[in-house]
């Protein structure tokens, strides 16, 4: 079945260490996103992805890194600067041309850091 | 910039009760409207969309219609099931402006009793 994977799906870290959560996708997507979400909140924005060796940031990407070496895979590292980094990150992808449609994004199930 | 507000919840109903949660967005362009739903410890499931003015999204018994002139996106249905319990997220994508990327309302918690 084609999706998006993220793992792990509970994820605990003491303060001051970077942590790297990882997405996944074999849709065959081109672009790829990261967003946060806070109870209460709506998701936002920190990094996304159009094509493979390019990213840009989005709206909240101070303390956040990423990469993209391969199409299906866009990991999201959280670093020690990042001064509140307890939330729920969401992975999502687009496909620009084909079956799925392009201005549709398709998340996946999530990992919840929680760091202590 | 792009921004969505949408009613504040919780929202608390009986099963085949009627469900309305609005929807309204600012936007510059002409951009495309998602409702989302998260059943939880879960990601987000597109629930349904509409791409241009007077479409109608429509999918498991939920409906929205863009209405570009109120700019509203309303969600509905009819009668609502215990299984229907969970947030719901109205978005809009700018279609190319800034990526696709995409702007969320809040969220609107729906608990729905037997």
């Known amino acids: 079945d084609g999706g998006i994977t993220q793992s792990p799906k509970y994820l605990f870290r003491k303060e001051g260490q970077n942590v790297t959560l990882s997405c996944e996708q074999n849709?065959?997507?081109?672009?790829m996103y990261w967003y946060r979400q806070d109870p209460g909140q709506g998701l936002r924005l920190i990094y996304y992805?159009?094509?493979?060796?390019?990213?840009q940031k989005g709206d909240i990407a101070e303390g956040y890194s990423v990469s993209r070496e391969k199409k299906e895979s866009f990991p999201l590292t959280v670093t020690s600067a990042q001064k509140n980094p307890t939330a729920f990150y969401l992975c999502a992808s687009r496909g620009l041309a084909g079956v799925y449609s392009t201005d549709t994004q398709y998340f996946g199930p999530g990992t919840r850091l929680t760091v202590l | 910039g792009d921004s969505v507000t949408q009613m504040e919840g919780p929202v608390t109903l009986s099963e085949e009760a009627f469900l309305t949660i609005n929807c309204t967005y600012t936007?510059?362009?002409?951009?495309?409207l998602f409702w989302y739903v998260q059943y939880p410890g879960e990601g987000l499931q597109l629930l349904l969309k509409a791409t241009k003015a007077d479409d109608k999204g429509s999918n498991k018994g939920f409906e929205a219609t863009y209405r570009k002139e109120t700019t509203s996106f309303h969600l509905e249905k009819g009668s609502v099931q215990v299984s229907d319990s969970a947030v719901y997220f109205c978005?809009?994508?700018?279609?190319?402006?800034?990526?696709?990327?995409?702007?969320f309302g809040k969220g609107t918690l729906l608990t729905v009793n037997p």
């Open positions: 849709l065959n997507h081109d672009a």
């Open positions: 978005a809009l994508s700018d279609r190319g402006g800034s990526n696709y990327k995409l702007t």
């Open positions: 936007a510059t362009g002409y951009p495309s």
């Open positions: 992805s159009q094509i493979v060796n390019d990213f």
